[in-house]
């Protein structure tokens, strides 16, 4: 039997219809506060609130429950520095041919380039592993399904609760990051899906002028 062949009470907060519209008016509003921060301070972030941001993105639903993910959280000032080697050396190909004129035109309003130097400032960079499958004790493999599905929700969430405990982050994606697998001596099951430099933003910080899409852009509803 597993911890969920059983079958308890589900403990469900109701709220009045008017409750209910102002919190998810009041947490929209907070959400829509995040922004991808570039530039960050390197002031000191208790590995606390890291853990329990990561407990939140582990609460995130996932295929059979399997909860595919792992989350290496990089404070080591060396091994950050190992990163943001490797991740430039990418970086620099990427740039300079491997991404296309389109590509590279679609980034220009972030100003992004192969520097990564929030590799190093961040205080801490945490990696998502999504895990392909698991292995028992005796070597057998079993399977994980809706991996990315699962993995994304996870991340999500922990963007929202770093958000949340007043922290910024930025969802980076160096490309290709198996350098991370080697770098963080992670076992084969499990691939990098993303890294995410959390921190404070650096003094004077600036951020793109974005604008969301407005609610008819992304929602169609059928009455
Ligand atoms: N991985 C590169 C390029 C990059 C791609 C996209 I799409 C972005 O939204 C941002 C960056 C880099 O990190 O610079």
């Known amino acids: ?78 091994l950050k520095r190992r990163i943001r080697e ?24 972030f100003g992004t380039d192969a520097n990564k130097p929030f590799l190093e400032t961040a205080p801490w960079l945490v990696v998502v592993f999504k895990r392909a499958f698991e292995l028992d004790s005796d070597g057998h493999k079993h399977q994980n399904y809706y991996v990315n599905e699962s993995v994304g929700i996870a991340t999500g969430l922990l963007l929202a609760a770093a958000h949340h405990a007043g922290l910024a982050t930025l969802t980076h994606t160096p490309s290709p990051m198996n350098f991370l697998s080697k770098a963080l001596n992670r076992p084969d099951n499990e691939r990098p899906y993303l890294l995410i430099p959390i921190g404070f933003p650096a003094e004077g910080c600036q951020v793109p002028l974005l604008t969301r899409k407005r609610l008819d852009q992304v929602l169609v509803v059928h009455k």
């Open 1 to 78: 039997m597993t911890d969920h062949d059983t079958f308890v009470p589900l403990h469900f907060k109701r709220h009045s219809p008017e409750e209910m519209l102002a919190r998810a008016q009041a947490f929209h509003a907070e959400l829509d506060r995040r922004r991808t921060v570039r530039q960050f301070s390197d002031e000191p972030v208790p590995l606390a609130v890291i853990e329990e941001v990561v407990r939140s993105a582990s609460t995130a639903p996932s295929g059979a429950h399997k909860q595919p993910w792992t989350f290496v959280a990089v404070g080591n000032p060396e």
């Open 86 to 109: 490797a991740a430039e050396e990418e970086e620099r190909i990427n740039y300079s041919g491997r991404m296309s004129d389109e590509w590279l035109e679609d980034l220009k309003p």
